[in-house]
């Protein structure tokens, strides 16, 4: 039987414990061997001196990825607890994969194991679809991954699209022109390039069209050369626009498409071309997909929960 005391010097007791303890119930779920007795800043640990080896290595990750993201969810939490030892996980954790450096200095980079593959799978292939639920940084990652290839003269535009389909609302009466009227349906892409581009420097891309942000139904009919083409919520899009919208790419182009096959808005007479995609393309050379989940949500810790609430009601639903 084997004793130590870890000391918290680089994190508070209640961004390491979580309210109510959180947190440090689910960390000791890990390691049910062990004793683990917490006061303020001090973890008392008893138990076999391997088993208390590992959950001090585990303690320490845990405390790293917290001041590199500035929070601990019960995502993160698992995934450290489970994967902290793989090769994959150590990648995306650490500060060697910076995409691109945004406003302040922000460094973003994959925070889960599924958003580095994302990063591989783009480098390596030329058609990537990252399919998941909300929050799992699809979007967020492809825009990163598309302005790192613009910064490094990899590409010389970058192309943002998504179907003009209203989610539950009517904004058809809104006042304003053809852009201002579109540009609901947009703000998503205009957030995320706002985090990584000065905004001098985008407005100049957006006036110049290196960086074209446009409806869907606006690539009928062109050819996209030495461009990065992302096609967000693509599960709002017909099989006929996916397949347009993949036969535009040019040479030297990349395509990134990324959707939520659980959040379709399109009326009930159209199905969602996102889901027949995979079975139409997957073993295609160049062609990957990558498939997130709750545990790669990096929103607040309570939409990893509304997920698994929503799909348990489906399943139920569904039997």
Known sequence: MSEKTIKLEEISPLDMYGVNDENLALIKKFFPKLKVIARGNKIRVIGDATEIASFDKRVQQLISYYHKYNQLNEGSIERIMQDGDSDQNTEAENGNNVLVHGQDGLAIKPRTTNQYKMVECFEKSDILFAIGPAGTGKTYTAVAL?????????VKRIVLTRPAVEAGENLGFLPGDLKEKLDPYLQPLYDALRDMVPPAKLKTYLETGVIEIAPL??????????????????QN???GQIKMLL???GRDAKIIVTGDNTQVDLPRSQTSGLMDVEPLLSGIEGIEFIFLDEHDVVRHELVKKIIIAFQKGKDQRDR
């Open 146 to 154: 598309a302005v790192r290839a613009l910064k490094n003269k990899e």
């Open 217 to 234: 139904a606006f690539m009928r009919g062109r050819t996209l050369d030495k461009s990065v083409i992302i096609l967000d919520e693509a």
């Open 237 to 239: 899009a017909t099989t």
């Open 247 to 249: 036969t535009r790419m």
